[in-house]
């Protein structure tokens, strides 16, 4: 029976007992036209709506009612090596269409004001994984047919809705106040298992199992925002504050594992595990501190953002059961962008920046799921009017290498009582990479 339960290694994410959208990073989709452009390095630029989300005190220093529509193409996919028990790997891949952002302002005096809507997530995945492999006979078990398969429906979404103040104090500096609320809501339907074939000499033997997990997770913030921005000549400066916190929570997740291969194995006659795990505890987030410089001679423009998170401890942290809560770590992502003028009318815009990963991978939590893969994007856009109106056309790629821990499978072996994952000296941690693309339009009106 060895054999048998040496080729049951199946998905090694049934169970991720926290999925907030792509909760291991802060960047998932850049905010609107002229920033992505920059790569993000907007704080200290801010001259189109999209300043109220990224530096509301931009605001001061444009003039009459707008509007701004961002509209993008996103694709999306994560690769785990190694995850089948012969070596192969498991992909991940979304793909969606999502309305980036929408503003508006006027001004009255010395003051601006304006709201905005802005989607900072969002993807749809279908997969539908297999993997399958022969077991030789041994001297103590019969030839074996193996196939493990994956089942992984998710659909995630992250909305945030602002409304913004801005403050000329003279033509040189302004200050800018946000109240922004946002959104999230996360439904994943997942299964993962083995089907095996015993070629036993009296007849073939069918069994296996399968882990079924459905989460859905609605989650509700609030992040006051308070920023600040110089211009004087050539050179502009912009800083940003944001504390967010959690308003309320709504987490259930109902798990099945329907394991006949038990009574095989030990002749049990309990084969169907339940378990359901729900939760109200809010998850604390981290405090943003955005600064940036920028400078503009001729048409060209150079910007350069920094974007620190603070590190987030849990209080009660409990490693014996699966966690239902993160610990951060501290990050910090850099953006650096450049305009550079083709004539009057038209621009050509260049960013780099960085997405880095918030987890923590901690080998003493037994169920913990994680995350760890490092980030780098660059993005490309054109600049032009049509009929006097701004837009602006391009894309953006990320890609980076990093770590996975999949320890919650050794959750289903705690729910059932049996070893159906084979251990390993890496502490269930592999390699993985992600790879994203991204293609938007912009115009102002």
Known sequence: MSRLKAGLLSCL???SPNVLADQYHYGNLLVGGRAIGYG???IAVADDQSAMYYNPAGLSFQSGAKSASVNTMAFERTRFEQVYSNGDDFERSSFAVVPGFLGISTEFDNWHIGSYFTVTDFSQERVDSASSYSLPATTISAPQQVTES?????????YRLGGVAAYKVNEHFSLGFALNLQYTETVLNQSSGASVVINALDGDIFTGFDARRRITEKQFFIAPQVSMLYRADAWRFGASFTSTASLNRNYRSNNVIVAPLVTLLTGSLNTTFRDTVNTDQDQKQPLKFSVGSAYEANGWLVTGQINYFTKVDLNNKNSTEVPLNRELKQVTNYALGIKIPINNDASVKL???????NSL???SQPFQREEAIDTTGLSIAYETHIKS???TLGFYVKKGDGKVRYADVRYVEAVTGLSLYPENDTFDVKPASKRSFVLFASMDF
């Open 389 to 391: 109106y701004p837009l």
């Open 351 to 357: 960013g780099i920046f960085t997405d880095n990963s």
């Open 13 to 15: 994410f049934i169970l």
């Open 150 to 158: 994956v089942v992984y429906d998710f659909d995630n979404a992250a």
């Open 361 to 363: 991978i901690d080998l």
């Open 40 to 42: 993000g390095a907007f």
